[in-house]
């Protein structure tokens, strides 16, 4: 169960390379010639999207639907936090630095669907934390808490608050 809940936390970072719809297109550096592979895109679809340029913020509502690969985020809103970082050839890339998930949050991959109130993910530390009766299903395997936490670099996680339940089958 840990190695395959680690597969779904990764999978999860598919928010890491998120850039808001304000983010300027940046080509995949090179070496030797060699064609770099560019990272799946992001689509998103909401009611609605909202840019707080002064706050470095994209907001999106209603019914929001995010998809990399074959990793989806559903959720009633998301907020992307971003910053502008320069590279070292003096360009400048817009990075996501915080994405904040909140209302009927659903993150579903191959393998795994996890549900709760409200999730947070930390590109720059890599820790995913989903809140509020969160529920983790793997095939027949379910367990439910109130607070998930993933460490995404050293695939620790940790589901605590209230009682932790468990429903397991071995194989």
């Not at 990399?68 to 817009?94: A, F, H, I, M, W």
């Not at 379910?142 to 932790?164: F, I, P």
């Amino acid at each position: 169960m840990t190695k395959s809940l680690a597969t779904f936390c990764a999978a999860a970072a598919f928010l890491m390379a998120w850039e808001p719809a304000v983010a300027e297109t940046q080509q995949p550096a090179t070496q030797a010639g060699a064609a770099a592979e560019a990272p799946a895109p992001v689509d998103v679809a909401a009611n609605e999207m909202e840019i707080l340029d002064k706050e470095k913020k994209a907001i999106f509502r209603g019914e929001v639907d995010a998809t990399r690969g074959t990793t989806n985020l559903k959720s009633d809103e998301l907020t992307v936090t971003y910053s502008e970082v320069k590279q070292p050839d003096g360009t400048t890339k817009t990075d996501a630095t915080d994405l904040d998930a909140r209302g009927n949050v659903t993150i579903t991959t191959p393998n795994e669907t996890i549900t709760g109130d409200w999730a947070k993910y930390n590109p720059q530390t890599d820790m995913l934390t989903v809140g509020g009766n969160v529920k983790l299903v793997q095939g027949k395997t379910v367990l439910t808490g109130n607070e998930l936490k993933a460490d995404l670099k050293t695939s620790k996680t940790q589901m605590t608050g209230g009682r932790v339940k468990g429903s397991f089958v071995p194989q």
